[in-house]
């Protein structure tokens, strides 16, 4: 396309020149310049650039972009009612937590994971033991807080005895589990 519009230009030129100071003899035809018709369906196809068509090299094919990694699950989260209780033997006054054995409660004298616990605000917290905390029942419990966990995650006195909380299974182990126990 460009090459004809450049050919059609020196055209105009040489017949306005020969014009002006005669052809003598000189044939000016399509056929002695060398024009040929395109078909008009070229013009609509993608103009390449000329580095491209020029240097294959260039013209290199593009790695397809990889697949998407799918992103993890989100951790699982439970809302419901917490207790408090004094505490776990070995750990004294320290913030700890017992799970429902469902949510990964269980006892080993030693910790078995942890668990995000939100109510006023969050905290990350150790579970060392488990408990019954009703589960299965109208008044089920997700979580039984020590008495230093409580002040961790509420402004609420212990006396109130229960308050709403959300608890996250942060922690991949009790999350797996969790997930496993619950899978349809």
Same mark, same amino acid.
Request: hydrophobic share 45%; net charge negative; glycine share 8%.
């Given at each position: 396309?460009?090459?004809?519009?450049?050919?059609?230009?020196?055209?105009?030129?040489?017949? %306005?020149?020969?014009?002006?100071?005669?052809?003598?003899?000189?044939?000016?035809?399509?056929?002695?310049?060398?024009?040929?018709?395109?078909?008009?369906?070229? +013009?609509? $196809?993608?103009?390449?650039?000329?580095?491209?068509?020029?240097?294959?090299?260039?013209?290199?094919?593009?790695?397809?972009?990889? +697949? /998407?990694?799918?992103?993890?699950?989100?951790?699982?989260?439970?809302?419901?009612?917490?207790?408090?209780?004094?505490?776990?033997?070995?750990?004294?006054?320290?913030?700890?937590?017992?799970?429902?054995? +469902?949510?990964?409660?269980?006892?080993?004298?030693?910790?078995?994971?942890? %668990?995000?616990?939100?109510?006023?605000?969050?905290?990350?917290?150790?579970?060392?033991?488990?408990? $019954?905390?009703?589960?299965?029942?109208?008044?089920?419990?997700?979580?039984?807080?020590?008495?230093?966990?409580?002040?961790?995650?509420?402004? $609420?006195?212990?006396?109130?005895?229960?308050?709403?909380?959300?608890?996250?299974?942060?922690?991949?182990?009790? /999350?797996?589990?969790?997930?496993? +126990?619950?899978?349809?």
């Amino acid at each position: 396309m460009i090459r004809l519009a450049a050919l059609c230009a020196a055209l105009v030129v040489v017949v %306005v020149t020969s014009t002006a100071i005669g052809l003598n003899g000189i044939d000016l035809s399509k056929a002695a310049l060398g024009v040929r018709r395109q078909p008009l369906e070229l +013009a609509s $196809q993608p103009m390449t650039t000329p580095d491209a068509t020029a240097d294959p090299a260039l013209a290199a094919p593009v790695e397809p972009a990889p +697949a /998407a990694t799918p992103l993890p699950p989100p951790d699982p989260a439970v809302a419901g009612i917490a207790s408090n209780y004094p505490g776990t033997a070995g750990y004294g006054s320290q913030a700890v937590v017992a799970l429902p054995g +469902a949510l990964g409660g269980a006892y080993t004298g030693e910790v078995v994971g942890h %668990v995000t616990v939100c109510a006023d605000r969050c905290a990350r917290l150790p579970v060392v033991d488990w408990c $019954q905390c009703y589960w299965g029942t109208s008044d089920q419990r997700i979580v039984d807080l020590s008495h230093a966990a409580w002040g961790v995650v509420s402004n $609420q006195p212990l006396s109130r005895g229960l308050i709403e909380v959300r608890v996250i299974l942060d922690d991949p182990v009790l /999350a797996r589990e969790y997930r496993e +126990a619950t899978a349809g």
